[in-house]
């Protein structure tokens, strides 16, 4: 499956950005999607994830209350909605698809990703 990322941008504290991931290739419901991102000098971390259904979701604590994950199988998207951003945020954040329905939260464990789209957080 192919996956483009889009939505990132610059943003004050305190302000929102919605991402989106569009999919095409292979049969979208099929796949967990999960939002992940990656601070300059840091490894990629767990942003979120939906379930293939989209009835279920997992967020990392230091986005809890604040982002939401969702999906438009109709679309073949995936969203971010991101509110109260902190520059702690800013980072280069990636969609990506897992096939198994573990609703993982290991980078590893996801077979296709997106290129990535910047947001940046000032304070």
């Known amino acids: 499956v192919q996956l483009q990322a889009s939505g990132g941008g610059l943003v004050q504290a305190g302000g929102s950005l919605r991402l989106s991931c569009a999919a095409s290739?292979?049969?979208?419901?099929?796949?967990?999607m999960g939002w992940f991102r990656q601070a300059p000098g840091k490894e990629r971390e767990f942003v979120a994830v939906v379930s293939w259904s989209g009835g279920f979701t997992r967020y990392a604590d230091s986005v809890k209350g604040r982002f939401t994950i969702s999906r438009g199988n109709a679309k073949n998207t995936v969203y971010l909605q991101m509110n109260s951003l902190k520059p702690e945020d800013t980072a280069v954040y990636y969609c990506?698809?897992?096939?198994?329905?573990?609703?993982?939260?290991?980078?590893?464990?996801?077979?296709?990703w997106g290129q990535g789209t910047l947001v940046t957080v000032s304070s």
């Open positions: 290739g292979r049969t979208f419901s099929d796949y967990d």
């Open positions: 990506a698809a897992d096939r198994s329905p573990a609703m993982t939260i290991y980078v590893n464990d996801y077979e296709y």
